[in-house]
């Protein structure tokens, strides 16, 4: 029945997020620090791990392709498919929900813990308009980011390929053209705004609604890293049967 209750809070808070907006040209302000830190600043983790797995994407592949039967272009193709279908979208954003989503919790769970979200309902803000609001707008550019990561996992598959003898540029690069299909980028974003969503919200829920002292924050943090990535993990199942079924 708990889990129950949490289920219907989370939802009447993302009602209660769009009601008595705050003033744009503080929102723009909010809106804009945390572009800064959730989006820019997690560039250099995604970019890193997506380079890296890119390369060892590339190598496992290469490995185990012993038949000369096998076009050695698969090895790009089979980068390329891993990359843009599962790992920028999903594995990236179940990374995010440790990075990011442990951030916004700690951070409104602070807030709570101090008594500032009740000094904003004082003065007549809705605190949760002008705390999760512009977290949520702020992910939207979060795909930019994906984008960025598939850039590099494909360009370290190559990296990888190449260093390690597994192949020529031409091959590789072949791969990546091999049937290509528009779509699964498409695809591919449509899920990454669906992961923004619930790397705003949910650990936004957990941070604004914990009960407790600085203790209670850290255990807040470790629950919303839980629920975002189960969440995320379910709802890429969903995502994938709908879309490419």
């Known amino acids: ?3 129950l209750h949490n289920i219907g809070a989370y939802f009447l808070m993302i009602q209660e997020m769009f009601r008595k907006p705050t003033k744009w040209s503080v929102m723009k302000r909010l809106i804009l620090i945390d572009i800064d830190d959730l989006i820019i ?3 250099g983790i995604i970019a890193f791990i997506s380079f890296f797995v890119g390369g060892v994407i590339t190598i496992q592949t290469a490995l185990n392709i012993d038949s000369p039967l ?9 980068t390329r498919q891993s990359i843009i279908l599962e790992f920028a979208p999903t594995f990236t954003s179940i990374i995010m929900a440790g990075k990011v989503g442990s951030f916004i919790t700690s951070s409104i769970g602070t807030m709570r813990v101090t008594e500032q979200i009740d000094a904003l309902e004082v003065m007549g803000i809705n605190s949760l308009n002008y705390l999760v609001l512009p977290k949520t707008i702020a992910l939207l550019l979060y795909p930019f980011a994906i984008a960025i990561g598939m850039f590099l996992g494909i360009l370290g598959g ?3 390929c190449i260093i390690g003898g597994y192949g020529t540029v031409e091959n590789y690069v072949m791969g990546i053209q091999t049937d290509f299909e528009s779509f699964h980028v498409i695809y591919s974003f449509i899920k990454t705004f669906v992961f923004a969503f619930l790397l705003a919200t949910i650990p936004s829920f957990h941070g604004y609604y914990m009960k407790g002292g600085a203790l209670e924050v850290g255990k807040a943090s470790t629950t919303s ?3 975002t990535s189960v969440a995320i993990i379910l709802l890429n199942y969903v995502l994938t049967q709908m879309l490419l079924s």
Not at 70 to 78: E, S, T
């Open 70 to 78: 096998i076009p050695k272009y698969l090895v790009g193709f089979a």
């Open 41 to 43: 600043g997690s560039l």
């Open 225 to 227: 890293f839980v629920w």
């Open 1 to 3: 029945m708990n889990y």
């Open 158 to 160: 190559m990296v990888a």
